[in-house]
C-alpha cells in the first residue's frame, strides 16, 4: 500500500542506538517517514543539535519533560527509545494523546504495566523489541486461541555455558562484549545477567496476554531467530532475520506495512548452523526471578527494575561482584510488600516503588560493602 504522505515521527531518545538507526531509516525512506519531534537525554549534546539540524522538526528538547511534551504532540507514531524508568510518564503521554505508539523502552512497560495498559487502545502499541516485533510478526498465523506458547530466544550473552562460580570472576569490560549486537551499558550488561530476557518476559506477557506458565525462553546463541510462536495443531512461526534492529524499528515506524530494503536478508548460499540449547537457571536466576516479580504483579515488576538500575551501576563502579546483581534483586524483591492491587495502581504508587527499591538496593550495597 502507498503512502498518501510520509509518516510524522517523534523520536524520543534519539541519540541513542535505536533513535539513531530510525533516523538512518527515516534518511533512507524520505516519502515514508518526516521527522516532527526529536528528544534526547542530554549526554551527547553535540549529535543531537546535529539531528535537529537535520531535520528540522516541530519539537525538539532534551530531558523527561521535552520527552513528554513531545510524545502529546500529534503525530502518527511515536518511537519511544528512551533507556530505563524515566522512558514511563512519555509511554502515558503518547498513549493518552492518541498516537500509535513504537515501544523500545521496555522499562516503562514493565514497571508501569497496568497503568499502560488502562490508557492503550487496541492495537496502539506496537513493539520494537526485537523478540517482541519477532512474535507480533509471527502471530498474523493464526488466532489468538490457537496460540499455545510464546517462545523467547536468547543469546545466552558473553558468558553463556559458564557456571555461576566462574561468574563471579567477570569483569564490567568483560561484560559490555555482547557477541552480536553494540549497545549502551546498561542493556549490554543486561543482557550479559539476561535480566533484560527476565524484562522481556514480563513484557511479553503484558502485550500479549499469554500467562507466564505460556510463555518460554530458549537460548538461541546465533539470533538469527528473533522468536517464536507456537500453535496448538503443534506448527511454530518464527521470524528470521539478520541479528540487528532495523527490521524492529522499521516495523514499528510503518505497522502494519513493511519497509522495503530495511536491512539486508539472510544469504542462503552461505552453510551455517543454529543450535538451541536450555537456559542454566541455576547459573542465571535473573528470568526466573522475573516470572515472580510478574507473577505477583503490582509494583513487584517495578522494583526489580529499580533494584536493577542501582546494581548496574554499582558493578560498573567496582563495587559488587557480577554475580551481586541478581543476588541483590532478589534481597530488594523479598523486602517489598508491594501494591498488588492492579486496578488501583497509580503512577504515584510506581514511582514511590521505584523510589524504594533504589534506596533498598542502595543500603544492602552499603551494608555489604
Not at 498488588?340 to 523510589?355: C, G, H, K, N
Amino acid at each position: 500500500m502507498n503512502q498518501q504522505r510520509p509518516r510524522d515521527v517523534v523520536i524520543l531518545g534519539s541519540t541513542g542506538s535505536i533513535g539513531t538507526q530510525a533516523l538512518d531509516l527515516v534518511r533512507a525512506n524520505p516519502d515514508r517517514f518526516r521527522v516532527v519531534g526529536l528528544t534526547a537525554g542530554g549526554s551527547n549534546k553535540e549529535r543531537f543539535e546535529a539531528q535537529v539540524a537535520e531535520f528540522a522538526p516541530k519539537l525538539s528538547g532534551l530531558g523527561e519533560e521535552a520527552s513528554v511534551e513531545a510524545a502529546a504532540q500529534p503525530a502518527d507514531v511515536v518511537l519511544n527509545g528512551i533507556t530505563g524508568a524515566v522512558g514511563l510518564r512519555p509511554t502515558l503521554a503518547a498513549l493518552e494523546a492518541g498516537n500509535t505508539l513504537a515501544l523500545a523502552n521496555k522499562e516503562s512497560l514493565i514497571i508501569g504495566g497496568p497503568l499502560v495498559k488502562r490508557v492503550a487502545g487496541d492495537g496502539q502499541i506496537v513493539p520494537v523489541d526485537s523478540e517482541h516485533s519477532a512474535i507480533a510478526q509471527s502471530l498474523r498465523a493464526g488466532a489468538a486461541n490457537e496460540v499455545r506458547k510464546l517462545v523467547l530466544t536468547a543469546s545466552g550473552g558473553p558468558f553463556r555455558g559458564r557456571s555461576r562460580e566462574e561468574l563471579g570472576e567477570v569483569t564490567p569490560a568483560q561484560a559490555l562484549k555482547h557477541p552480536n549486537f553494540a549497545m549502551g551499558r546498561v542493556i549490554t550488561t543486561n543482557s550479559a545477567t539476561l535480566v533484560n530476557k527476565g524484562l522481556e518476559v514480563i513484557e511479553a506477557h503484558l502485550l500479549f496476554d499469554v500467562p507466564f506458565d505460556r510463555i518460554e525462553v530458549v537460548v538461541h546463541p546465533q539470533q538469527y531467530i528473533h522468536s517464536m510462536v507456537e500453535f496448538t495443531d503443534g506448527a511454530v512461526v518464527a521470524q528470521l532475520g539478520l541479528p540487528t534492529m532495523l527490521v524492529p524499528i522499521s516495523m514499528g515506524m510503518a505497522w502494519p506495512e513493511r519497509v522495503a530494503d530495511a536491512e539486508t536478508p539472510i544469504d542462503w548460499t552461505k552453510a551455517s548452523d543454529w543450535r538451541f540449547e536450555p537456559l542454566d537457571d541455576s547459573a542465571f536466576p535473573a528470568v526466573r526471578l522475573a516470572r515472580e516479580a510478574g507473577t505477583r504483579g503490582g509494583t513487584h515488576p517495578a522494583v526489580y527494575n529499580a533494584a536493577n538500575e542501582v546494581c548496574v551501576d554499582a558493578f560498573h563502579e567496582g563495587r559488587i561482584p557480577f554475580t551481586g546483581i541478581v543476588d541483590t534483586i532478589a534481597e530488594v524483591l523479598a523486602a517489598h510488600g508491594g501494591v498488588r492491587s492492579e486496578s488501583s495502581l497509580s503512577i504515584e504508587d510506581v514511582l514511590a516503588a521505584d523510589a524504594w527499591a533504589r534506596e533498598e538496593a542502595t543500603r544492602i550495597l552499603e551494608t555489604r560493602s
